[in-house]
């Protein structure tokens, strides 16, 4: 059963604009991650945010987390054509390191 | 760029050989991955290991099998390859301790069996 369920599936927008992605999951995390996977690629690791976490800045990205709804947001923001990728919401929990991952949300920045 | 390496990067055979996926990394961490992912779908796990002569079966049931006799080396292994195996393997490490829960993951190798 998937952790994580992204909203929207797929997203396009206009370069300079932001994006805003949801992951929505469904049992207890200590953590949740976000990550990148360009086309044909191995993914890449964005931001982590932990449970006693509410929200997270890195660079252009800000994720939010909501324990109560069970649901987290990625924000990009200023996008640019080199964010087009699949983004995935990825939770742990328990005390080991397996992650369960979401579908996946497709982002296509246009120039 | 995360020092963990998959060889090949893409393979097309036939049915019924005998496969040996590779996966290595230099950066000594202990928990290693493997998941498959069908385009534009999750990623399942399908073997991990906490670190050598340990290894356990992911969330999804898989025909392949694993070994890790060093820390630095995951290799996957088909016996008898068939089209239902036809996907993209991605392999993936995470560091040493607890609360060292980022995971790098390789290129990946996209099988495809005729």
């Known amino acids: 059963s998937q952790q994580g369920e992204e909203d929207p599936q797929a997203l396009s927008i206009q370069e300079g604009e932001n994006a805003t992605m949801n992951c929505s999951y469904k049992?207890?995390?200590?953590?949740l991650q976000w990550y990148r996977q360009n086309s044909g690629r191995g993914l890449v690791h964005l931001i982590l945010i932990r449970s006693n976490e509410r929200e997270k800045h890195s660079g252009r990205l800000r994720v939010t987390l909501d324990t109560s709804k069970k649901s987290s947001s990625l924000l990009i923001t200023a996008s640019r054509a080199a964010d087009t990728a699949s983004y995935f919401c990825a939770g742990i929990t328990g005390a080991n390191s397996k992650l369960t991952f979401g579908k996946g949300i497709t982002l296509s920045v246009r120039p | 760029e995360a020092d963990i390496y998959q060889t090949p990067r893409y393979l097309v055979i036939g049915t019924g050989k005998k496969i040996t996926l590779e996966c290595s990394q230099t950066m000594g961490h202990d928990k290693m991955y493997w998941y498959q992912q069908d385009p534009g779908m999750e990623l399942h796990l399908i073997h991990y290991s906490y670190g050598v002569n340990s290894t356990e079966k992911g969330d999804l049931s898989s025909e392949s099998t694993v070994s890790r006799i060093r820390t630095e080396h995951f290799p996957l292994t088909l016996e008898s390859a068939r089209p239902s195996h036809t996907s993209q393997y991605l392999c993936?490490?995470?560091?040493?301790?607890?609360?060292?829960?980022?995971?790098?993951f390789g290129p990946g190798t996209r099988l495809t069996v005729t």
């Open positions: 049992t207890s995390i200590n953590n």
């Open positions: 993936a490490s995470s560091g040493v301790g607890r609360g060292s829960y980022e995971q790098y």
